[in-house]
């Protein structure tokens, strides 16, 4: 797992798993996941990148993991706390959150494991590969996003945590490429810089400097 890069961890390390696919990265991702880290002192937060997300890849052409994984590395690189994930990446197939968290137990024996997930994925748990384990792993952490409250199962001991509530997601993120609407705000200038380099969404590249 390539979470060695993570620095100075003593003691009972608290860490946040923040699964998704990331198709892009947006300033909902971040906002929630530094939020989060303050909220509940984790040492660290991990966007992990799905490899293969199950739930979505009959439903629409899925930008390459490897791209995914760039935008969000390039997206965490000046922010302390947060990772990038490549670790679904490596292992290959398709990305169940009950197999990445095995794997950090067995990275981190003695670590304290918070499993990230906004409302409307929160809503759809139950439905996860093997879900007990991550509930007997982790500690299942739920962010609101906007729109009308989601029911979640009462079968789940839900650490609710309050953040600032984006609309943005990478949906609307997508159809602005195709429409040529701003991203501005929406998305870092590092993720647009990899956006523009790799040629993502439709992005004409721009050659800067
Ligand atoms: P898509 O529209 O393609 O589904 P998304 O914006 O929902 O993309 P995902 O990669 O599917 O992003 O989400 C990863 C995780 O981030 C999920 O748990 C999701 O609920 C959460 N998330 C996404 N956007 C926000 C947001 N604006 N605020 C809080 N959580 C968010
Ligand atoms: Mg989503």
Redo the contacts with the bound molecule.
């Keep these: 797992m390539d979470i060695s890069l993570a620095p100075s961890l003593s003691g009972k390390p608290r860490i946040g798993l ?6 892009p ?5 971040l ?2 996941a530094v939020n989060v880290m303050s909220a509940l002192r984790l040492d660290l937060v991990i966007l992990m990148v ?1 490899n293969v ?1 199950w739930q ?1 890849e009959h439903s ?1 052409i899925i930008t390459p993991a490897a791209d995914r994984l760039a935008m969000v590395q390039a997206a965490v690189a000046t922010v302390p706390g947060l990772l990038a994930g490549g670790w679904e990446i490596e292992h290959g197939g398709p990305s169940f959150t009950a197999d990445t968290l095995t794997a950090l137990h067995d990275e981190y024996l003695d670590g304290e494991f918070f499993t ?7 809503s759809g748990l139950t439905t996860w590969e093997r879900y007990e384990d991550v509930v007997r792993l982790s500690q299942v952490v739920v ?4 729109g009308a409250p989601v029911a979640l199962s009462k079968d789940i001991a839900w650490v609710r945590v309050e ?1 600032p ?10 159809s602005r490429f195709t429409d040529g609407r701003p991203l501005d705000y929406l998305v870092t200038q590092p993720v647009l810089d990899v956006i523009s380099q790799r040629s993502l969404y439709g992005a004409t590249l721009k050659v800067n400097s």
């Design positions: 923040f699964g998704g696919t990331f198709d990265p947006h300033v909902g991702h906002v929630t799905a997300p979505k629409r990230i997930v906004g409302d409307d994925a929160a962010v609101d996003r906007p953040v509530r984006l609309e943005v997601s990478s949906t609307d993120l997508r």
